[in-house]
């Protein structure tokens, strides 16, 4: 349906979870993918075998999304072997469950470097080819707690909402430039990252579901597609749930 022939993608944290889903249905689009993770090196290469499999191409890139150095090193090599960057999606990311009477400030700043300083470094070194080429797609990842919030995630949905503020500063931006970016706010969605959460939590997430059921990392995946397609040229600054109906 949404054609990314020709376009190039890099997704942060495309070893496991949601990341994997949107590296491979980029990739099965037609974009040449390359899969940023921290340390999971295998599961990173499982993303690359499943993207070939679907018929599509593309490269693993390590690199901590906190270290800003990093960052810029390997998106600058990145963009200099396949001369162009299209389309970057800002996934990575860590959760932080702890009620505020708990937290640690070391606990805040991992969260933030991670979660939110992390995507800025990314869209920094992202927007210099993205200009040049006067076309591109920044879709940051979420999540249905930012818009919310949630007992016990001070921390994290705190990072989650500052991408929002980052989506529409940047929105406003780089408009005039063809370059669009949008936000996408998960609810709750089987992977590595809610496996952890203990059963009464899970129930209770499910209660509050109209669906009425946990979400696939390829119902994210979807919405990515769209925001990342030439078709939503006229989509910018927004945020798109796929919650199940958690937050209407
Ligand atoms: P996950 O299964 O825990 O996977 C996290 C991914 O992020 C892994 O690929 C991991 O790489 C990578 N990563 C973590 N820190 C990194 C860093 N500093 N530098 C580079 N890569 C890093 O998580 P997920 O559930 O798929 O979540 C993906 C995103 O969706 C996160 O931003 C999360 O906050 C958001 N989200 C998830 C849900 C949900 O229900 N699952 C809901 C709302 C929002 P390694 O494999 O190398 O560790």
Do not use: W
């Not at 906190?66 to 990311?93: C, H, M, Q, T």
């Not at 936000?183 to 990252?193: K, N, Q, Y």
């Not at 030439?230 to 209407?248: F, I, K, P, R, S």
Request: hydrophobic share 45%.
């Amino acid at each position: 349906m949404f054609s990314l022939r020709d376009r190039v993608a890099l997704v942060t944290g495309g070893s496991r979870g949601i990341g994997r889903a949107i590296s491979v249905t980029l990739a099965r689009a037609g974009a040449f993918v390359a899969v940023n993770y921290r340390g999971n090196a295998k599961a990173a290469e499982q993303t690359l075998a499943e993207i070939r499999e679907a018929g599509g191409d593309g490269v693993l890139l390590p690199f901590d999304v906190s270290d800003p150095e990093a960052v810029d090193a390997a998106i600058s090599a990145f963009v200099k072997e396949r001369g162009r960057l299209d389309i970057l999606v800002n996934n990575a990311g860590i959760a932080l469950d702890q009620l505020l009477m708990r937290v640690r400030p070391e606990e805040i700043s991992r969260t933030f470097e991670a979660n939110v300083a992390g995507a800025i470094y990314c869209a920094k070194a992202a927007i210099r080819p993205m200009m040049r080429q006067k076309y591109g797609r920044i879709i940051q990842i979420s999540s249905v707690v930012a818009e919310t919030g949630n007992p016990g995630q001070v921390v994290y949905s705190a990072s989650k909402a500052a991408l929002l503020g980052m989506t529409r500063t940047l929105a406003r931006e780089y408009a005039s430039r063809g370059i669009t970016v949008n936000a996408v706010t998960p609810g709750f969605i089987e992977t590595d990252m809610t496996d952890a959460l203990p059963e009464a939590a899970r129930e209770g997430i499910l209660r509050t579901t109209p669906v009425g059921r946990i979400g696939r990392p390829e119902e994210v995946a979807a919405a990515v597609l769209f925001l990342a397609s030439d078709e939503a040229g006229y989509v910018t600054g927004q945020t798109l749930g796929v919650n199940g109906g958690m937050h209407v």
